[in-house]
């Protein structure tokens, strides 16, 4: 994923971050599921 950020995004240094996420409401995570699958 990393790769692929940089490759493609238009800044010449993007942020990439990783932050646990130790909680997540049903509805977000149902959510992003769908967004991303």
Known sequence: LAA???ANH???VP???AI???RV???YL???VE???
Do not use: N, R
């Open 25 to 27: 409401s049903e509805e």
């Open 20 to 22: 646990p996420a130790e």
């Open 4 to 6: 692929w950020i940089k």
């Open 35 to 37: 967004q991303t699958s």
């Open 15 to 17: 942020e990439i971050v």
């Open 10 to 12: 238009p800044y010449e």
């Open 30 to 32: 149902t959510w992003a």
